[in-house]
């Protein structure tokens, strides 16, 4: 069975490129598809999981988390029971013993007894506004500024529930195998040197 996980900066292109390498690959997939599972299980929209477990309250949570998850009765209540579905449904997809990729969720650190292949994906952040605002669907009229702000905002989060669950930081080129940076890079035209690096470190030839 072979893992990868990719964590990205936000606007940084990550959750393309585990699409394509995906694809590519023949490899299952899971992004969205972690929420969703959420969603079914504890019976809660989609929007209402997202949007809880990227707030700013993770703020307020104290790092002794991250030792044991018997400290839960610490956090925000709807957090933590959203918190730990997710690590149930990652860790399950872990042990269906299927290739696959997973982007984010902290998915390199729950499933770290599994030796995944760990990538994070990087970028400037005028690449990434601009990748944010080719993507962004007509009603959202952020301006550069408010998006820039929401982009650090999201990026907060990501490295604080880091902080929470591990004693490793988000970001930190040590903790991953591959760093990848698109500032210059057109996604689908580093798809294959990706994954020449991918099939020598499962080759072992590394």
Not at 50 to 64: D, M, S
Not at 187 to 205: L, Q, T
Request: net charge neutral; aromatic share 8%.
């Amino acid at each position: 069975m072979k893992i990868i996980t990719i964590s990205r900066e936000f606007g940084s292109g990550g959750r393309e490129l585990g699409k394509r390498l995906s694809d590519e690959m023949k490899f299952d997939y899971y992004d969205r598809e972690i929420i969703e599972a959420v969603s079914k299980n504890t019976g809660m929209k989609e929007e209402y999981i997202l949007k809880t477990l990227e707030n700013h309250g993770w703020r307020n949570i104290p790092l002794t988390f991250r030792h044991s998850f018997a400290g839960a009765a610490s956090m925000q209540h709807t957090q933590t029971s959203f918190l730990l579905e997710q690590k149930r449904i990652i860790e399950g997809i872990a042990k269906l013993g299927k290739d696959c990729i997973i982007v984010g969720r902290n998915a390199d650190v729950l499933l770290r007894d599994y030796h995944p292949l760990n990538l994070f994906v990087c970028a400037d952040m005028q690449a990434r506004i601009n990748r944010c605002m080719e993507r962004a669907p007509e009603s959202e009229n952020l301006s550069v500024r408010e998006l820039e702000r929401r982009i650090k905002n999201i990026d907060r989060v990501r490295a604080r529930i880091r902080d929470i669950l591990s004693d490793s930081r988000w970001g930190d080129p040590h903790n991953y195998h591959l760093t990848l940076n698109t500032t210059e890079w057109d996604i689908e035209k580093m798809v294959p040197a990706v994954v020449s690096c991918i099939n020598c470190w499962f080759g072992g030839d590394r």
